[in-house]
C-alpha cells in the first residue's frame, strides 16, 4: 500500500493535467471562452506569488544548510527527491506565467496554434497547483520533521501522501 501512495504522489501533478485537460475537452472550451481575461490576470498574479514564495524558501534552504537536519539530508534519496520537487515546482510555476501571457495576445487571432497553446496552460494549471500543493506540504514537512534520515521516501510521513 506504501508503493501505491509513493507512485501517487510523483504522478499526481501529471494525472491532474490530464484532468483538466479532460475536463477542458469536456466542456468544449477555447480561448472565446467568457472571463479568460480575468482568469489569466489571475493567474498570473498566482503564479508571481509562488514564484515569489519559491524565491524565499530557496533563500531559506541556503540560509539552513549547514543545521544538523539539513546535514543529515546531504546523500539520500530525501535530499534527491527534494531536489526534483523543487525544481519542476519552480518550472511548472514560470511555463504556466509564460503561457498565461502569451495567451493574454492569442487569445485574440483564433487559430489551431491559439488552440494548442490554450490546452498546453490548461494542462499545466493542473500540474502547477498538485507541486505548488506539494511543495508546501514539503515545506511543512521539512520544517516540523526531527529526523528526516529515517525517512525512505519523501512522502513518508506526509499526512495527505501516506505510504
Known sequence: MRKVFSILFWVAPWVTGAVFLGLLWFLKLDVKV????????????????????????????IA???????????????????????????????????????????????????????NMWFFMIGVFIIFSFQTVVLSLE???????????NITEGIIFWPN
Open 142 to 152: 521539512l520544517i516540523f520533521n526531527n529526523n528526516p534520515i529515517k525517512k525512505k
Open 64 to 118: 539552513i544548510k549547514e543545521t544538523g537536519a539539513m546535514k543529515r539530508i546531504r546523500g539520500t534519496k530525501v535530499e534527491k527527491n527534494l531536489k526534483y520537487l523543487l525544481y519542476m515546482a519552480i518550472f511548472t510555476a514560470f511555463i504556466t506565467l509564460m503561457l498565461s501571457m502569451v495567451l493574454q495576445i492569442v487569445k485574440h487571432y483564433p487559430s489551431p496554434m491559439s488552440k494548442f497553446i490554450f
Open 34 to 61: 467568457h472571463g479568460l481575461d480575468n482568469l489569466l490576470n489571475s493567474m498570473i498574479a498566482f503564479t508571481s506569488m509562488i514564484i515569489g514564495f519559491y524565491s524565499a524558501f530557496f533563500g531559506i534552504l
